[in-house]
């Protein structure tokens, strides 16, 4: 069974970084597009910054020009860095690979908590 295993979250302070990273423990054929979503407490799952073949990247209204989405889809690795965080980016961060089929393979989810 493919796993997408995810690292880096944590806590940190309002104004601080993290970034994440995500590694699928196997290949999985066709591999289109990675990403991260999240998800706050009471509120669904959203997209957070996605990155496709030929390095074609979009990001979130809400972090663009805070966050950087980079990686190898060849290799299936995709990381997240975060900066300048601020409370309304604590949430469950989820790390994201589609294959060509849109078939979705999701990790685990780690915690991000920004709080003073």
């Known amino acids: 069974q493919v796993q997408l295993v995810e690292s880096g979250g944590g806590l940190v302070q309002p104004g601080g970084s993290l970034r994440l990273s995500c590694t699928a423990s196997r290949s999985i054929f066709g591999r289109k597009a990675m990403g991260w979503y999240r998800q706050a407490p009471g509120k669904e799952r959203e997209m957070v910054a996605t990155?496709?073949?030929?390095?074609?990247?979009d990001y979130a209204d809400s972090v663009k020009g805070r966050f950087t989405i980079s990686g190898d889809i060849a290799k299936a690795t995709v990381s997240l860095q975060m900066n300048s965080l601020n409370p309304e980016d604590t949430a469950v961060y989820y790390c994201?690979?589609?294959?060509?089929?849109?078939?979705?393979?999701w990790g685990k989810g780690i915690l991000v908590t920004v709080s003073s």
């Open positions: 994201n690979l589609k294959n060509l089929y849109n078939e979705n393979y």
């Open positions: 990155m496709s073949g030929g390095s074609v990247t």
